[in-house]
């Protein structure tokens, strides 16, 4: 998508920390993080055309921030993380292979259609996939508007894991 190693590398820190955070816990052992999005990143050319032959209904454009926050990263664990994931085809998900986040939207093998939800109401959205040895990692991307800074944002929604191909 066109970061820089040094890009690469500051987005692999954010979600690492993001990540880590997960764990934090308040009074009343509640979840203690504010959740504040974080910019990964603009769209570039090719990843916005990547994104519009996988999605022709999504309006991101060169310029769109890519964004994570912790809410979402807890969502992914909380829908497929271990003991929660049901689809047969697919594994649970660990904090590890949250941390991959980055490198699944950077170096992803492919792009397919999707679909997001927000407070119930469709979103379009994409998902990112890579493989790896012990599976393939599906990132799922929507498509937002701000309103409160009136701009487009490429939101990371949740993500899971299938189980890798077996060998013939």
Same mark, same amino acid.
């Given at each position: 998508?066109?970061?820089?190693?040094?890009?690469?590398?500051?987005?692999?820190?954010?979600?690492?920390?993001?990540?880590?955070? *997960?764990?934090?816990?308040?009074?009343?052992?509640?979840?203690?993080? $504010? =959740?504040?999005? +974080?910019?990964?990143?603009? @769209?570039?050319?090719?990843?916005?055309?990547?994104?519009?032959?996988?999605?022709?209904?999504?309006?991101?454009?060169?310029?769109?921030?890519?964004?994570?926050?912790?809410?979402?990263?807890?969502?992914?664990?909380?829908?497929?993380?271990?003991?929660?994931?049901?689809?047969?085809?697919?594994?649970?998900?660990?904090?590890?292979?949250?941390?991959?986040?980055?490198?699944? *939207?950077?170096?992803?093998?492919?792009?397919?259609?999707?679909?997001? $939800? =927000?407070?119930? +109401?469709?979103?379009?959205? @994409?998902?990112?996939?890579?493989?790896?040895?012990?599976?393939?990692?599906?990132?799922?991307?929507?498509?937002?508007?701000?309103?409160?800074?009136?701009?487009?944002?490429?939101?990371?929604?949740?993500?899971?894991?299938?189980?890798?191909?077996?060998?013939?």
């Amino acid at each position: 998508n066109g970061w820089t190693p040094e890009k690469l590398a500051e987005n692999n820190a954010t979600v690492e920390q993001l990540v880590n955070d *997960l764990d934090k816990r308040g009074p009343n052992n509640s979840k203690a993080w $504010k =959740n504040t999005p +974080k910019d990964l990143g603009e @769209v570039n050319e090719s990843l916005a055309a990547d994104i519009m032959a996988a999605n022709p209904k999504m309006k991101v454009r060169v310029g769109t921030m890519q964004t994570i926050d912790q809410d979402q990263l807890n969502h992914a664990l909380d829908e497929h993380g271990e003991g929660k994931e049901t689809w047969p085809n697919q594994i649970p998900i660990t904090k590890e292979d949250l941390k991959k986040i980055p490198d699944v *939207l950077s170096a992803y093998d492919d792009i397919i259609p999707g679909t997001g $939800k =927000n407070e119930g +109401k469709h979103q379009e959205a @994409v998902v990112f996939r890579k493989k790896y040895d012990d599976g393939t990692i599906c990132c799922v991307e929507t498509d937002w508007f701000r309103r409160k800074d009136n701009r487009r944002e490429l939101r990371f929604q949740t993500m899971w894991k299938e189980k890798p191909e077996e060998k013939k």
